[in-house]
């Protein structure tokens, strides 16, 4: 069965202190990993695809990389503002996308 | 603004009865797609439509219904409505069927069912 993990469920870090969130993932041909971020009553704001092992993409303080069985998004010196839900997603084969339950970030001032 | 319009944004309606959420895609955008988001299950996928047809199903209940329009916006019907059914309903957009360049999601329909 395909499926997405993502680990820890909530993180709470220092303003400037860095980390790495973490997806695993089942699935039955990869077609495509996504990172997503959400903000409290708004709906996901999309950030990176990934499609094979190796990728790596960054965006301002973050990176995302990919290996075979896992997705890591690294926010380098966070800030207050970084502060929110990070959704893994992948794209199977049969095209039926699946979200993990996502890694609340809260970065302290 | 994401582009794609949800409406309405909050509804609080009572067990037994029928609602309709209603969905405009980004300009372009030919597929819509429904997700229930739920404080225990995280983001769970309903139903595709891509220009009109129906394209993949998830875990979506018999209760509900959805289909997209010749304009292409699409509305999710959700009937004989349970207490747990609330939950956040969101939609999301993009121009072909998959997901090479990610969903545009909307901001969400509120549901609460009491």
């Known amino acids: 069965e395909d499926q997405v993990t993502q680990s820890p469920e909530a993180l709470r870090l220092q303003e400037g202190e860095s980390s790495s969130l973490n997806c695993s993932y089942t699935v039955s041909g990869l077609r495509g990993l996504f990172w997503y971020r959400q903000d409290p009553g708004k709906g996901p704001e999309f950030l990176f695809t990934?499609?094979?092992a190796g990728e790596e993409k960054e965006k301002e303080r973050l990176k995302a990389t990919l290996t075979k069985k896992e997705s890591f998004l690294h926010i380098t010196a966070p800030k207050p503002e970084d502060s929110a839900t990070y959704l893994c997603a992948v794209h199977p084969r049969d095209d039926k996308i699946i979200f993990g339950k996502g890694t609340r970030l809260h970065i302290l001032p | 603004d994401s582009g794609v319009t949800q409406t309405p944004k909050h509804l609080i309606t009572a067990t037994g009865q029928r609602v309709t959420l209603r969905c405009s895609p980004r300009s372009g955008d030919l597929s819509v797609y429904w997700y229930q988001q739920s404080l225990d299950q995280g983001l769970q996928f309903l139903i595709q439509y891509y220009n009109g047809e129906e394209r993949a199903k998830g875990n979506i209940l018999e209760r509900f219904s959805a289909q997209q329009f010749p304009d292409l916006h699409s509305e999710l019907n959700l009937s004989s409505l349970e207490l747990g059914d609330s939950a956040l309903y969101f939609c999301?957009?993009?121009?072909?069927?998959?997901?090479?360049?990610?969903?545009?999601f909307g901001s969400g329909t509120r549901l609460t069912v009491v």
């Open positions: 999301a957009s993009s121009v072909g069927q998959g997901m090479s360049y990610g969903y545009t």
């Open positions: 990934l499609y094979s």
